[in-house]
């Protein structure tokens, strides 16, 4: 399950070879050549994940993960860093200015894919194929089934009116094993996951 992730690189030969590699891997992609465009990216689609050149024209990678961590639109948004600065305080720098992960060319596309792979299953779980389970309640993305025991039953009628019904229902089949706090209401946005018990 792909996500939409921004790259923010200037040399047109290494932007097409990421994109190529992430659009294969089911990914759909943004592309900006500096901080300006990346700006106005975000403004209009907001992306599961960035990876950003340090070395840019105009204002480097590390302001911009700077201002993404400072936005309260974007602080959560995963970041990975691409530079060909490979000295320790190059790192350190990177990582404190709010990248995730640091990779430093040249890197093989795999590398890089594992590497997204890894952040967005720390940080955003719902954009990975991986089965999430907290406190014996298992989802799966992938077959869309959410089970703690048995969570709909054998024979039920499922309402089509809106999606409040089902996590109503979703939440009515948790309560016995405890686990109706994990699916929590976002006002303005919808429903997410929980991490961890009330």
Known sequence: MGGAILVVEDEPAIQELIAV???HAGHQVLRAANVPEAEALVREVLPDLVLLDWMLPGPPGVNFARQLRTDQRT????IIMLTARAQEQDTIAGLESGADD????????RELLARIKAVMRRRAPQLTDDVVEIADLRLDPV?????AAEVWGDHVFVEERTVDVHIRRLRQALEPSEHDSLVETVRGTGYRFRRALA
């Open 21 to 23: 590699n992430l659009e």
């Open 75 to 78: 602080k959560d948004i995963p």
């Open 102 to 109: 640091y990779v430093t060319k040249p890197f093989s596309p």
């Open 143 to 147: 077959a869309h089934r959410v089970s």
